[in-house]
T-cell receptor, first 110, second 119 residues
Framework: DAKTTQPPSMDCAEGRAANLPCNHS???????VYWYRQIHSQGPQYIIH???NNETNEMASLIITEDRKSSTLILPHATLRDTAVYYC???????????FGGGTRLMVKP | GAVVSQHPSWVICKSGTSVKIECRSL??????MFWYRQFPKQSLMLMAT?????????EQGVEKDKFLINHASLTLSTLTVTSAHPEDSSFYIC???????????????FGPGTRLLVL
């Protein structure tokens, strides 16, 4: 699976959009980009995934660049409960074993 | 959505004892479950892949005789930490892979984790 690079931490004001970047320059053509988050002392929670097109669900939006070498997870209106570590993972299939990098620790502040 | 449970949610034990952690897929069948370990302020590290009805596959550096994994049914996998020591204190998380409908991708669902403290 391709390796990903994320900033170690970010702050966001409550109610504002949180934009979390991820670089995956070695991604192969059939690998997906998955985003999970882990709230303190809990198991990871699936957020969203995509291959080439931008994706949106009730939790977030995923923007993937045309060359697929990077992506951005967008939480449109961050709340305090969105404070968590966000992991960007590249994999052929979410059913495979997932390699978790360091992730980005998002702190949403009032 | 699919739910994975773990039991117990936390456990404290004395050094030298064995601890069993259960991972259950509550509303779906999982032929494959994964066991991860997470130390404080670190990321999740895969320990082993558990396949129903067969032996688990362990990652490099994980002692298979110390971390016994049993996946006896499509909804239950267990991890037994044998002769636990303080350095085994960690957050143990399981995940289960579902069997998707035709045309859909597999998805991995994570349990809430089990915090183990060995005194």
């Amino acid at each position: 699976d391709a390796k990903t690079t994320q900033p170690p931490s970010m702050d966001c004001a409550e109610g504002r959009a949180a934009n979390l970047p991820c670089n995956h320059s070695t991604i192969s053509g059939n690998e997906y980009v998955y985003w999970y988050r882990q709230i303190h002392s809990q198991g990871p929670q699936y957020i969203i995934h995509g291959l080439k097109n931008n994706e949106t669900n009730e939790m977030a939006s995923l923007i993937i660049t045309e060359d697929r070498k990077s992506s951005t997870l967008i939480l449109p209106h961050a709340t305090l409960r969105d404070t968590a570590v966000y992991y960007c993972i590249v994999s052929l299939n979410a059913g495979n074993m997932l390699t978790f990098g360091g992730g980005t620790r998002l702190m949403v502040k009032p | 959505g699919a739910v994975v449970s773990q039991h117990p949610s936390w456990v404290i034990c004395k050094s030298g004892t064995s601890v069993k952690i259960e991972c259950r897929s509550l509303d779906f069948q999982a032929t494959t479950m994964f066991w991860y370990r997470q130390f404080p302020k670190q990321s999740l590290m895969l320990m082993a892949t558990s396949n129903e009805g067969s032996k688990a596959t362990y990652e490099q550096g994980v002692e298979k005789d110390k971390f016994l994994i049993n996946h006896a049914s499509l909804t239950l996998s267990t991890l037994t930490v044998t002769s636990a020591h303080p350095e085994d204190s960690s957050f143990y998380i399981c995940s289960a892979r579902d069997l998707p409908a035709l045309g859909y991708q597999e998805t991995q669902y994570f349990g809430p984790g089990t915090r183990l403290l060995v005194l």
